[in-house]
């Protein structure tokens, strides 16, 4: 009896230890040994963005992430809502509308969340000395590349522009474009006066080594009612000495380059690579000069599009995380989660 007794003791035991392994190695999910990065075409900020930081976390962790440049913005997106890639990197002009499920994104699904906000960048009207304008009016007549083809948010920063100055397509000579070298080399060439896009740095140095460059300024009132209907977007300055360019601060309608991943990729996995990034971020610094301003407090930022519980986790480990960022983006979830 006894010893039956202890037997049955044993074989408990036995399925305890068992049970208890098996929760571990549940929770203990092994991370994957690579990820694939989309990011912009080689040459684009954004890949610089991807390149740069996709090598340190690569580096500083045992995930592999290969970042692959895939082409423009509509391409990325696509990549990681077809589940083959895990992350991406694009602008919040396109991201924070892609996500609400706004704008030329109507009805694609919800399948993404912010990793890392990264650099800011500005989209505005480039233009040359020699075409005579200095403010968004003198558009008027011009002929005025204000749609990048593969870009949907370009188009609609150039008709809210427009409307913010009480003009239409219809004021200017409207005209299409596929890549801003290709606007650079229209102005250059004299076959258009002037382009909106981001402000890429390759494109704004050939100008202003060839021709010349004059960046159009947004005023206070337009920007505001641009920023009602464009999402991703703040009014900041773009400040002297950017790209090696500008002479003067510009006053111009800003965004970041934002690190997103899918949501159904594991916290531990996003924890794990976000970690690696912001604890080696001198070694992304020199990659690109604007990376430099990317430590955990800019890389929490939140503008439009909530975070991914894996890099909320890391932002609380590393103290830069709020009470007010946490309500912030409870309430994009609760808002517009679909």
């Known amino acids: 009896m006894e010893r039956s007794a202890c037997l049955g003791v044993v074989l408990s035991l036995i399925v305890c230890v068992l049970g208890l392994a098996s929760t571990q190695s549940l929770a203990a999910e092994p991370l994957p040994k690579s990820v694939r990065f989309a990011s912009l075409s080689v040459g684009m900020s954004g890949h610089l963005v991807a390149a ?17 440049p895939v082409g423009m913005h509509v391409a990325v997106l696509d990549l990681v809502e077809k589940k083959e890639a895990q992350m991406g990197a694009v602008g919040t002009l396109d991201l924070v509308p892609y996500w609400r499920g706004e704008q030329f994104w109507k009805g694609r699904p919800q399948c993404v969340l912010a990793g890392m906000t990264t650099i800011n960048m500005f989209t505005l009207v480039h233009t040359t000395p020699k075409s005579g304008i200095k403010t968004v009016q003198d558009l008027r007549g011009k002929r005025f590349l204000g749609d990048a083809i593969p870009s949907p948010s370009v188009a609609a920063y150039s008709d809210a522009l427009l409307n913010a100055y009480g003009m239409t397509r219809n004021d200017v000579k409207w005209l299409q474009f596929s890549k801003a070298p290709d606007a650079a080399a229209a102005l250059i060439e004299g076959r258009a006066e002037a382009y909106a896009y981001p402000s890429s740095s390759p494109p704004m140095q050939q100008l202003k080594t060839t021709v010349g460059y004059y960046p159009i300024p947004v005023d206070p009132e337009p920007a505001k009612k641009m920023i009602e209907t464009l999402l991703g977007y703040t009014y900041e300055t773009m400040p002297a000495g950017y790209n090696g360019v500008i002479e003067e601060g510009v006053p111009a309608l800003a965004y970041y380059t934002t690190i997103f991943f899918r949501d159904d990729v594991p916290d531990e996995v996003v924890y794990t690579l976000v970690k690696a990034a912001l604890e080696n971020k001198s070694e992304y610094a020199r990659v690109h000069p604007l990376l430099q301003d990317v430590d955990a407090r800019r890389a929490s930022t939140i503008v439009g599009i909530p975070f991914h519980p894996g890099a909320i986790k890391y932002f609380k480990e590393s103290g830069v995380w709020t009470a007010q960022q946490e309500k912030e983006n409870n309430e994009l979830l609760t808002k517009f989660k679909r």
């Open 52 to 68: 740069g930081i996709g090598t340190v976390m690569t580096k500083h962790s045992p995930i592999k992430v290969a970042v692959d």
